[in-house]
Nanobody, 126 residues
């Protein structure tokens, strides 16, 4: 089993920044793709960013420019740097993992991921 724990959420003013962390433990292995998703009240969960096992990154067009995903394999931790935050970015942010994937594989839908964290709340005030 793999456990994912997000941290770094909170309340921030519009225009501010936050960095989320996702620490993986348990039976985590190399060759894992990691993703960040978010879900706002009354809305569907949406993809924010993905980093492949080969460190290739992917952002949906709506997320390009303000979000940056990165990873520290030595710490089994993935980060999401969020800049120029807007009230519309208010949501619960989840990290997810998919193991044993090819280095260039980019899972883009939630059902491609096997493990999920509990989420961290991000609230952006206007």
């Amino acid at each position: 089993q793999v456990q994912l724990v997000e941290s770094g959420g909170g309340l921030v003013q519009a225009g501010g920044s936050l960095r989320l962390s996702c620490a993986a433990s348990g039976s985590i292995r190399s060759r894992n793709a990691m993703g960040w998703f978010r879900q706002a009240p009354g809305k569907q969960r949406e993809l924010v960013a993905v980093i492949s096992s080969g460190d290739r990154t992917y952002y949906p067009d709506s997320m390009k420019g303000r979000f940056t995903i990165s990873r520290d394999n030595a710490k089994n931790t993935v980060y999401l740097q969020m800049d120029s935050l807007k009230p519309d970015d208010t949501a619960v942010y989840y990290c997810a993992a998919r193991q044993y994937v090819a280095s260039n594989y980019i899972p883009r839908t939630s059902n491609e991921y096997s493990y999920w964290g509990q989420g961290t709340q991000v609230t952006v005030s206007s």
